[in-house]
């Protein structure tokens, strides 16, 4: 069982920027590929973005790509989301994912753990 924390969520004006982290604990030994997904209000929750690994390949979705950075760091079970030039669009509870294996995807059915989330609100 592995369990997940996300932090760094907040509220920030248009065009501030933002740190997620999420912290994994657990059997955190063997390979996990991460993940971030978001949901706003009164919407289905999406994909965001994903990392493989150890963190060579990543994903991201078009609404994001050139603005928001994923990485991760294996010696501290963390994977992060760093978030630039954020717009009321980007508003919502944002969650991070574990699957077992080193391939990512963008498809929310492939994770096997989730986070409770953490709110990122947009003021414009």
């Known amino acids: 069982q592995v369990q997940l924390v996300e932090s760094g969520g907040g509220l920030v004006q248009a065009g501030d920027s933002l740190r997620l982290s999420c912290a994994a604990s657990?059997?955190?030994?063997?390979?996990?590929?991460m993940a971030w997904f978001r949901q706003a209000p009164g919407k289905d929750r999406e994909p965001v973005s994903a990392?493989?690994?150890?963190?060579?390949?990543?994903y991201y979705a078009d609404s994001v790509k050139g603005r928001f950075t994923i990485s991760r760091d294996d010696a501290k079970n963390t994977v992060y989301l760093q978030m630039n030039s954020l717009t009321p669009a980007d508003t919502a509870v944002y969650s991070c994912?574990?699957?077992?294996?080193?391939?990512?995807?963008?498809?929310?059915?492939?994770?096997?753990?989730w986070g409770q989330g953490t709110q990122v609100t947009v003021s414009s």
């Open positions: 990392i493989s690994w150890p963190g060579s390949t990543t």
């Open positions: 657990g059997r955190t030994f063997g390979t996990y590929a």
């Open positions: 994912a574990a699957r077992r294996g080193s391939l990512a995807t963008l498809r929310e059915g492939g994770y096997d753990y």
